[in-house]
């Protein structure tokens, strides 16, 4: 029989609309699987407050004092964003979890699925990803967005599972081997499938977010995807490679026949060819810079190797000795 003390973490980011109600629905299914001794009495929600500047915080300290075993929570000293408040929940709990599911405040996943994936992980998973089936809910454009992005990270061989957001079960083991990637610049949903070990499907619909607004909008949404990319494969690179050969052969080609033209006594006037060349490659050049630009930005903050999140308040002494690898 594998040990069953079961973390539910849940990152908050200015949440105070939504928490009351989400804390006491998660709750209800956390008491369901304790009840039917599928998970310790020892289990719980741990929130991770990324500097909310609403009243987020105030609320998790209340549920706190509410039930202190089974609420929990820690306070960034600001905004670290949805994925480092991710790995800092994981941080934090995974000493003391054998199995670890992460999941938005906003209820926009099913939390009807976290049954479901307590049970595939007693089948013997390590990682439950949360699928959903539907697309209902998102708009035209983020549907699309969306298909293109999967298209994209298949096609430079990025091993990720089709919409599946962060919502996801992880053993203790898998946990401990992926908070063994150091990197700063954090993609979960590339990095989850890189740690291995049996994994399998869960799926559910997703629903609309059911108060507050969605903290990504577009412009984050875009970085995300970027940091998708750049995170997990260097052929942006090789295509500014392959784009630079085939520009350098066009403009062999034209050297020729321009030197041909004035061998056969055509004096070339000119002026708009080479407007347009210096124009096009004048372009091709700077998009590439940038391209490789990204990455040396990427290199850049890696090796400044700064904390991924910084703790100010928690709730549950999370010390440093009891909670975390040395
Ligand atoms: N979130 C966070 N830090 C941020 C942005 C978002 O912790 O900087 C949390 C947010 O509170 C929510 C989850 O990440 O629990 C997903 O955000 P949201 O629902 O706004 O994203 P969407 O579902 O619209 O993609
Ligand atoms: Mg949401």
Avoid at 16 to 23: A, F, G, K, N, T
Wanted: aromatic fraction near 12%; glycine fraction near 6%.
């Amino acid at each position: 029989m594998k040990k069953n003390k079961l973390t539910i973490i849940i990152p908050c980011y200015n949440e105070e609309e939504v928490l009351p109600i989400s804390s006491q629905s998660i709750k209800e299914v956390l008491f369901e699987l304790i009840d039917q001794k599928k998970i310790s009495n020892q289990s719980c929600i741990l929130f991770v407050d990324d500097g909310s500047t609403d009243s987020t915080w105030k609320l998790i300290e209340s549920l706190n004092l509410e039930d202190p075993v089974h609420f929990t929570g820690i306070k960034f000293s600001r905004n670290f964003g949805h994925q480092n408040a991710l790995i800092a929940g994981l941080t934090v709990a995974t000493k003391t979890s054998d199995m670890l599911i992460t999941i938005d405040a906003d209820l926009q996943d099913d939390i009807q699925a976290i049954k479901q994936m307590v049970i595939e992980y007693y089948n013997g998973f390590d990682v439950v990803y949360g699928v959903r089936n539907n697309r209902d809910m998102d708009t035209f454009f983020k549907r699309k967005t969306a298909n293109y992005f999967y298209t994209i990270m298949e096609k430079i061989g990025v091993k990720m599972v089709p919409n599946h957001a962060d919502f996801r079960l992880m053993s203790q083991r898998a946990t401990k081997t992926l908070l063994s990637f150091k990197e700063q610049n954090i993609f979960l949903r590339g990095l989850v499938p890189l740690v291995g070990y049996p994994s399998t499907e869960v799926y559910y619909s997703r629903n609309k977010r059911f108060a507050g607004d969605s903290k990504y909008p577009l412009k984050k949404m875009l970085a995300f995807a970027l940091e998708g990319i750049t995170s997990f494969s260097i052929m942006p690179i090789r295509l500014v490679r392959n784009l630079g050969i085939f520009t350098f052969l066009i403009g062999i080609i034209y050297t020729l026949n321009i030197l041909f033209q004035h061998f056969s006594g055509n004096t070339v006037t000119g002026w708009a060819s080479l407007t347009m060349s210096i124009c096009i490659l004048g372009g091709i050049q700077l998009v590439s810079l940038s391209i490789i630009g990204e990455y040396i930005g990427k290199i850049y903050s890696e090796v400044k190797h700064r904390p991924r999140f910084i703790i100010e308040k928690n709730l549950d002494n999370f010390t440093e000795e009891k909670y975390f690898e040395k």
